[in-house]
């Protein structure tokens, strides 16, 4: 069984500051690993995926994040936010070729003028 | 970008009734997913549909549940009898490839809001 764990419910920054929201996963199988983002009204778009290769993956808007193998993680950073960045965020993970992804809690990143 | 697209944003129904909620994947898409998230909790998995059939689906979805492409655009969830704990915000979602990698492209819809009363 997978399971996906984002410790922090609500993370509030400041313009400019820089942001990681944490994201640790739990499976017994090889994993896929992804960041969504969900605006305001908005459906969930893809941030930035795991699939192999490179541990530190770079995704869209300046976001990034390290897939961490002896530590179960994958936290998403960015090194300056902007007011634009406030959302939803999702973790998830994957163990294979269907569509089944097992979400975190999800974390509302508030950044704040 | 194309998108994924769900109607209504919002549905409000009594306890008991037959709800049917639409969604219009990707034109060239060939796998069609459901995933609910209720208020507060995390996003979960409830089918998933490729050849005009269920490839896979969780514990929650039940006999009160059915999934349908009606057409060669559509793709509908019914809940047969709505209970109070079906509200929930519901995605629809697809995706491109068949085989390795099908997570790489899963586009998801903006939801549809369902209040049941």
């Known amino acids: 069984a997978q399971s996906v764990t984002q410790l922090d419910s609500q993370v509030p920054v400041f313009e400019e500051a820089p942001v990681e929201l944490r994201c640790n996963y739990s499976s017994s199988v090889s994993v896929y690993l992804f960041w969504y983002v969900q605006y305001p009204n908005q459906g969930l778009q893809l941030l930035l995926k795991?699939?192999?290769?490179?541990?530190l993956v770079k995704g869209i808007n300046g976001f990034e994040a390290e897939f961490n193998k002896s530590q179960t993680s994958f936290h998403l950073r960015k090194p300056s936010v902007h007011i634009s960045d406030t959302a939803e965020y999702f973790c998830?993970?994957?163990?294979?070729?269907?569509?089944?992804?097992?979400f975190g809690q999800g974390t509302t990143l508030q950044v704040k003028p | 970008e194309p998108e994924v697209t769900q109607t209504p944003s919002h549905q409000v129904t009594q306890m008991g009734q037959e709800v049917i909620l639409r969604c219009v994947p990707i034109?060239?898409?060939?796998?069609f997913y459901w995933y609910r998230q209720i208020l507060g909790q995390k996003v979960e998995f409830l089918v998933s549909f490729y050849n005009n059939e269920i490839s896979e689906k969780s514990e929650i979805f039940d006999d009160q549940f059915s999934v349908e492409r009606p057409d060669g655009s559509n793709f509908t969830l019914k809940i047969r009898s709505t209970k109070l704990e079906d509200s929930a915000m519901y995605f629809c979602?697809?995706?491109?490839?068949?085989?390795?990698?099908?997570?790489?492209?899963?586009?998801f819809g903006s939801g549809t809001q369902l209040s049941v009363l």
């Open positions: 034109s060239n898409h060939l796998y």
């Open positions: 979602a697809s995706s491109e490839r068949v085989g390795r990698g099908t997570n790489e492209k899963l586009f």
């Open positions: 795991y699939l192999s290769g490179s541990t």
């Open positions: 998830a993970v994957s163990g294979g070729n269907t569509g089944k992804l097992i």
